[in-house]
């Protein structure tokens, strides 16, 4: 624990040795193409065959209604609408991309040709387009039967909002906009399904990060027995939340293989990905402050409106979103009177599902672009404010006003740090002696952040879900050879669980992480496990691997207490071996003795199997945090964005492998920074995608990305196994925040204000033209911002 150990699944990756869905080949195989709606709203009038093609070459809505149901995203939520995601659409298409029909041929090619062939007869209808039209009074309704366009509103009110209002010396109103991007894995999604006669079992290999929770559909949607299904996960070629939804493609391909002799296979191509794979973002806030002059921050109000898309996808339903917006809003400060409501619309779009962060990327853009405009306001530097307004270590654990226990940490202590990390003083320097006839400015910004990790049962339950997660177990075996297995029901896409979990074991056991082997993927054979989301792999199945880990001991000591002669209690493990007063076994030795010749251990309890199922001790999971930094150049005449440097302080309490944190981190930042100045899926005035090949698609490249300079903080979770936090997403939830505000800063001495990502060089230059338009701004010099002490400010609505 704690060891920097290079990933020990690296080595079959880099020798290309790695098995991913594509790379399955079943004999017989026939290959599936997917008819898709090329509108995002229609009616479907009619689909046929070509003339003379196999009836089991072309498959329909029609053909699949009584092999399967469709799938249902429900949610306990006061007025929470369903909206049933077809297999394939029935009377109405409602997205592009929206599958039709599956046409089966021998190849790819052959099955596209297929494909071509199939008459589609849509009338076109008017789509919903934004959020804004879905709420506009006489919109048309993205599912008949409802109302309006609202999947939902939920609401959180504490406290006195106006009371605090009055007492503040600045209260401001601003909006902020987060663009829908996709999460855009390297590898696309896949599924390849065969009945298994021989086992009398459906057999379904599919790139996901939630096994269990997909043969869980697939059973209840084609009603089979659980143990009649089985889902096989290959190497995941990263997920990023698109790979932990389940998507009509894996039922429909599984309901087909059950009445077939031969398996199909669909792999995702990228213009599909573009158009089918779930999106995320699509945020839109009007959030009020309220400030004392001193720069505490005495209540906030929000609302949120989220476009959700066409769908409500299972399990996480339309509102994850938004409701999990309203709970991040508040962020990492002191605030005891919020006001918030919270929309999840729909429109005629890709359904909304997780993606990295999931709502705290936009919900910190908001809060923190806000923290800034207010400090402005009031002469106070951004990251003093930030300092001033914020939970402090003393408050910890800390219950915040959405109900969520900050278990650990030092707040404050991140923005310090960060700010000397990036230099503040010396950027202010440079700002300061700048030539005023320069076509250029720097800026400097900070995005300081909570992230949930490892939420409880309790937690998924408080948003209404109908599957709530929490609960992961391991099993642990030690074979003849003394080597171990590890079995979870997590999956990783390339975060490293073969090492990571490996060094949990090890530790216990006292021996090289090498002897311990990792499987995952496999419900036929592994324990149940929720799966790989929400950054909570290494505090749940670490929990869950510690807890085996230990069980083992308990048994190895047992074994070894009648071969030593010894208590229990008295005996040890070090470097590899049990170690008692008098004497000491190997491991490889004393399994070898109780596998093989049981006969010499008469007495020792149990096996060398065993099961551990671990649930966190605090259901609202373990709340790691950070603050990041960023100083940006902007090229006054372009609107270019150049990022010149950046830094990150985080804390994710215990640290398993460093160079996996890091590793998590810098991906995450990357990532980040894609959302704050490159990625977008923006539609025309009709409704049809604008971006759909990698082409159109802006994504960070090397070039684009500084050296980014990392410092952990390390406050252990009271609440969890050893200490550990989740960090898998933290990287991603400020980078928009921290280089919104720093291109801002570069801005202010012109009242250009950066409330929208991406931040791309047309809309930078918008906020130029605008700022110039409106007249010379009023705003205090960014340089001459205090550092020392509270500033005066007049209400500003």
């Known amino acids: 624990m704690g060891a920097g150990r290079p990933r020990q699944e690296d080595a079959r990756h880099l020798a290309g040795h790695g098995r991913f869905l594509a790379d399955v080949a079943l004999p017989g195989t026939r290959n599936v193409a997917v008819v898709r709606s090329p509108v995002p709203h229609g009616a479907l009038r009619s689909v046929r065959a070509p003339d003379g093609v196999s009836g089991t070459d072309v498959w329909t809505a029609a053909d699949l209604a009584p092999l399967a149901r469709p799938l249902v995203a429900t949610a306990a939520l006061p007025g929470f609408r369903t909206a049933p995601l077809p297999l394939l659409a029935v009377d109405t298409v409602r997205y592009v991309g929206e599958p039709i029909a599956l046409a089966l041929g021998d190849t790819r090619a052959e099955a596209e040709d297929l494909a071509r062939r199939i008459t589609v007869d849509i009338e076109e209808l008017p789509p919903v387009v934004g959020h804004r039209a879905a709420l506009a009074e006489g919109a048309p309704r993205v599912h008949r039967e409802w109302p309006d366009n609202i999947y939902a509103t939920t609401s959180v009110t504490a406290g006195d909002v106006d009371a605090a209002a009055r007492r503040a010396a600045v209260s401001l109103t601003r909006e902020y906009t987060v663009g829908r991007q996709s999460p855009l894995p390297l590898e696309t999604r896949g599924v390849i399904a065969h009945h298994d006669r021989a086992e009398d079992q459906l057999v379904v290999w599919t790139s996901t990060q939630t096994p269990d929770l997909v043969r869980d559909a697939i059973a209840e949607l084609l009603g089979l027995p659980g ?18 939804t389940v998507y009509p493609e894996e039922i429909a391909l599984a309901a087909v293989a059950a009445r077939l002799d031969h398996p199909v296979r669909w792999v995702e191509d990228r213009a599909e990905a573009m158009l089918a794979t779930t999106q995320g973002r699509d945020h839109h806030y009007r959030l009020t402050g309220h400030a004392a002059a001193d720069g505490e921050l005495l209540a906030l109000e929000a609302d949120i409106v989220v476009d959700a898309g066409a769908y409500s996808v299972h399990p996480w339903t339309a509102t994850m979103d938004a ?76 219950t915040s006003v959405a109900h969520k226990v900050y278990d650990s940490g030092d707040y404050p202590e991140a923005v ?58 391991a099993r642990l075996v030690m074979d003849a050879t003394g080597s171990l297995t590890l079995g979870v029901g997590v999956q990783s896409q390339g975060q490293g669980h073969e090492t990571t979990l490996a060094q949990v074991v090890a530790e216990v056991l006292d021996i090289a992480p090498e002897r311990v082997a990792v499987r995952q993927g ?96 605090v259901q609202t999971g373990a709340f790691t945090y950070g603050t990041h930094a960023a100083v940006v150049r902007v090229d006054l005449d372009t609107g270019e964005v150049e990022l010149l440097d950046y830094a990150v302080v985080e804390d994710c309490g215990t640290v398993v492998n460093p160079l996996v944190v890091e590793g998590q981190t810098i991906g995450g930042t990357v990532q980040g920074i894609g959302t704050a100045l490159m990625e977008e899926l923006p539609r025309d005035s009709r409704g049809r995608p604008a971006v759909t090949t990698l082409g159109a698609y802006r994504v960070p490249r090397a070039p684009d990305v500084p050296r980014i300079r990392i410092e952990q903080l390390h406050t252990p979770s009271p609440h969890t196994v050893l200490g550990m936090k989740g960090v898998g997403e933290s990287g991603a939830i400020p980078p928009p925040a921290a280089i919104g505000n720093a291109i801002t800063d570069a801005l202010r001495e012109f009242g250009a204000r950066m409330d929208r990502t991406p931040m791309t060089a047309a809309r930078v230059w ?21 550092t020392d002490a509270p500033g005066g400010g007049a209400v500003s609505r």
């Open 323 to 398: 409701s999990m917006a309203s709970a991040m809003i508040p962020g990492p400060y002191r605030v005891r009177d919020y006001r918030c409501t919270a929309r999840s619309v729909a429109t005629h779009s890709t359904p909304l599902g997780p993606c990295r962060g999931v709502a705290r990327p936009a919900a910190c853009f908001g809060i923190e672009r806000l923290i800034d405009d207010l400090a402005h306001e009031l002469g106070i530097e951004p990251y003093v404010m930030r300092t001033r307004a914020m939970v402090g270590p003393r408050s910890m654990p800390y």
């Open 766 to 786: 918008a906020a130029l033209d605008r700022a110039a338009a409106s007249g010379p701004s009023r705003a205090p010099a960014v340089a001459g911002a205090r």
């Open 522 to 617: 496999d419900t036929a054979n592994l324990p149940r496990g929720d799966g790989t989301f929400a950054s909570r792999t290494m505090v749940m199945a670490g929990g869950a691997a510690y807890g085996a880990a230990n069980l083992l001991a308990q048994r190895l000591r047992s074994v070894a207490a009648v071969l030593l002669d010894e208590p229990p209690d008295r005996l040890r493990f070090e470097r590899g071996s049990i170690v008692g007063d008098r004497g000491e076994r190997t491991l490889t030795a004393l399994a070898r003795e109780f596998c093989l010749t049981p006969d010499h251990v008469p007495g020792a309890d149990g096996g060398l199997d065993v099961t551990f199922t671990y649930r966190p001790e």
């Open 416 to 473: 310090r740090r960060v700010s000397r990390l990036i230099g503040h003083q010396e950027v202010r320097a440079r700002q300061r002696a700048t030539d005023p006839g320069s076509r250029t400015r720097i800026g400097v910004g900070y995005g300081s952040f909570t992230e949930q990790t490892a939420h409880g049962c309790l937690e998924w339950a408080s948003r209404g879900l109908a599957v709530t997660f929490g609960v992961e177990s």
């Open 227 to 244: 143990n009649r299904v089985r889902v096989i996960v290959p190497d995941v070629g990263g997920g990023f939340g698109a790979k932990c």
